[in-house]
């Protein structure tokens, strides 16, 4: 069975800065794309960025210069970096990733970033 777990969210205030990490825990599994998503009350699940195995990145217009996405493949491993966080940032964030192979889809539970203003 895999697992994700996030960690790293909290309360912080507009302007401030918080990192996310993603770790993946049970039988190993190498994965193509990993990311992650956010959801805000009453809204729908939102892509925030993905990476890809080979590095390549892809981003929301929201998040595009105040976050970045990285990971460490020898660790399975997905980190988010958010810079200059905003009221609208409040969400719970899930780390998501697909594995290679079976392309099989996995979530974590899932980290509530809250930013004040």
């Known amino acids: 069975q895999v697992q994700l777990a996030e960690s790293g969210g909290g309360l912080v205030q507009a302007g401030g800065s918080l990192r996310l990490s993603c770790t993946v825990s049970g039988i190993i599994v190498r994965f193509n794309d990993m990311g992650w998503y956010r959801q805000a009350p009453g809204k729908q699940r939102e892509l925030v960025a993905v990476?890809?195995?080979?590095?390549?990145?892809n981003y929301a217009d929201s998040v595009k210069g105040r976050f970045t996405i990285s990971r460490d493949n020898a660790k399975n491993t997905v980190y988010l970096q958010m810079n200059s966080l905003k009221p609208g940032d409040t969400a719970v964030y899930h780390c998501?990733?697909?594995?290679?192979?079976?392309?099989?889809?996995?979530w974590g539970q899932g980290t509530q970033v809250t930013v004040s203003s």
């Open positions: 990476i890809t195995s080979g590095g390549s990145t």
């Open positions: 998501h990733a697909v594995s290679r192979g079976t392309m099989a889809n996995y």
